[in-house]
Every structure is written in structure tokens, then in C-alpha cells.
């Protein structure tokens, strides 16, 4: 090949070598933009969430008397109660859009429910994971104007604390319920005639919470609508308990002193619920009958 030609060819292949390697060059990344906010991200541990570290009380509820439970806040002042929580996953359909007028963070809804509007007021915060936080105002006026204020002022705190990270967390004393896994507990042999044949527990957002068939076990701190009286006491499973039917359940509750709550009770109710229509006797039966078998198992403060 003459010198001149030869030099011309690998002139042309080096500059087709150079734009093939132009062509391949790796494009610039994009800004992906802002993370949707899920739930966990935005509470961590479900079941150490003080939900009381959500809500701004000087701001929201001047005066309140503020209450942690295992999975809510209660906070009562006068004869209004604000309730922040608890976290749910399953769908509403009294829950409906409206026009909050804060700000949100990315993949975060706020809405309402329509649900017993002449006494209360209701919001739910739902993450872009579709778990939401429940949050009501109630009190015995008429104006659900104000009280629909002091539900989105509820909202803006909530949200403050989740966007600041200064969600709180529960320290459970030793010998608390709050220590206690509910599906450990229904996971017993024995309780395979009471809760149905094949059932295995599935646990609740919160971990404080199961249901395994027809039965179901939960652990919270009471509060003052829970201190009435639900009828005579019984002896079940060497704790004294009180049992009553509530629709198409029947309910065993029984409690203790909370650790480290002075003038608190923690609280462990036990339903059972009757699949073919109002419970009675027969599901109270049973109710009893799971009682014996699960309440032992709780430690005693």
C-alpha cells in the first residue's frame, strides 16, 4: 500500500474508532427528585412510636392532660379529646379527599372521613406505602368547624414532628405488657378448637395487636373511657377479668398497674367474635375458654 494511501486509512479509522467511542458515553444522571414517604420511614419501629411526641400540645390543646398508650395519643382537655393514631392498613370507605390546607410531604395524602361528623372530626394521614395514621377530635359542642381546625392543626403537628425527626420513642418498663408479643401467645395448641381449625396469628401494624380465626388479643394502656365498669368480675386464668358482648363479639378484659404510668393500668382484651351474627352465650363460651389459656402467660408488674 503506497505511504500516502496507507497514512489516509488509518486517518478514516481512527476518527471512526473515535466516534464510536462518542457514541457510547455513559449520559448524565438525572435528579431522581424527592423519596415518597412511606410510613416506616417516617415512624421507624412501629411498636416503640410514642405517638405523644407527634403532638404539639401547647399549640393543638393548650392545657391537655396528655396520655401514651401502645399505639395512641390521648390528649383531653375540658370535654374535648384529641386521639393521634392508631395505624391501620386495611381501607375505609368513610374516608374521603378534601382540601388540607397545609403542606404535605412527596407521597403523602391527608383526608377525611365523613364517620360521625356532628360530634367529630376525623383525619387520616396516609403514606405513599398506603399505611395510614388515624386522627380525631371530638367534644360535645356543635361547631365542627372548630373542631376540624384543631383536627388539621393536629395534622400540621404530626407531620412537623415526622419531617423534623422527632418522632419519640416508648421505653417499656420491665414486666410491661408493652413487652409482650399477642401472636406468640395465640400461637398455642390449645387454642386450635377456639380460633378455628388451620389459623395461624398474623400480627397488627402496631405489634401490640393479633387475630388468629376467630379470636383476637390485644395489649394497650387504658384510658378513661375504659374505666367503667363492663359487668361482674370473673376469675379467668387466675387474673380477675370482666367479660361482655359488644355487637357480634364477646370481650374478656382484664389489667394491671402500668410500670412507670403512676395511676395507669395497662389493659389486655381477648374477643371472640361469632361469624354468624350477634354473639351471646356460645361465643362467650368460647371467650372464657381462650382466656384461661392466654391470660397466664402475661407477666404481672
Not at 248 to 254: E, M
Request: net charge negative; with cysteine.
Amino acid at each position: 500500500m503506497y505511504p500516502r494511501l496507507q497514512s489516509l486509512v488509518v486517518a478514516m479509522l481512527c476518527a471512526l474508532l473515535a466516534a464510536g467511542c462518542a457514541t457510547t458515553q455513559a449520559a448524565p444522571e438525572t435528579n431522581s427528585g424527592p423519596t415518597p414517604l412511606t410510613a416506616s420511614a417516617a415512624l421507624g419501629d412501629f411498636a416503640t412510636v410514642d405517638y405523644c411526641s407527634l403532638l404539639d400540645v401547647p399549640e393543638v390543646a393548650p392545657g391537655a392532660v396528655v396520655t401514651p398508650t401502645f399505639e395512641t395519643c390521648r390528649a383531653d382537655v375540658g370535654t374535648r379529646t384529641i386521639l393521634v393514631g392508631p395505624l391501620a392498613f386495611d381501607s375505609d370507605p368513610n374516608i374521603k379527599p378534601y382540601a388540607y390546607p397545609g403542606p404535605v410531604p412527596d407521597g403523602v395524602a391527608v383526608q377525611q372521613s365523613m364517620f360521625n361528623d356532628r360530634s367529630a372530626c376525623t383525619r387520616a394521614i396516609i403514606f405513599a406505602d398506603g399505611n395510614r395514621l388515624d386522627l380525631s377530635v371530638t367534644d360535645t359542642g356543635d361547631d365542627q368547624g372548630d373542631r376540624c381546625g384543631v383536627a388539621d392543626a393536629t395534622v400540621g403537628s404530626v407531620l412537623g414532628a415526622v419531617t423534623a425527626n422527632q418522632v419519640g420513642r416508648l421505653k417499656f418498663p420491665e414486666r410491661s405488657w408493652g413487652l409482650v408479643a399477642p401472636c406468640a401467645m395465640l400461637d398455642n395448641h390449645d387454642l386450635d378448637p377456639l380460633a378455628g381449625a388451620g389459623t395461624r396469628p398474623t400480627t397488627g401494624l402496631s405489634g401490640h395487636s393479633c387475630i388468629r380465626g376467630k379470636v383476637s388479643f390485644k395489649l394497650t394502656v387504658q384510658t378513661d373511657e375504659d374505666k367503667a365498669p363492663a359487668g361482674p368480675p370473673e376469675r379467668l386464668g387466675g387474673r380477675e377479668a370482666r367479660v361482655r358482648v359488644t355487637g357480634a363479639f364477646c370481650l374478656v378484659d382484664t389489667t394491671q398497674p402500668a410500670p412507670g404510668l403512676p395511676g395507669r393500668r395497662e389493659l389486655a382484651e381477648l374477643s371472640v367474635v361469632e361469624t354468624a351474627g350477634t354473639a351471646g352465650d356460645g361465643t362467650c363460651t368460647v371467650a372464657r375458654a381462650a382466656a384461661n389459656v392466654i391470660l397466664p402467660l402475661l407477666p404481672t408488674a
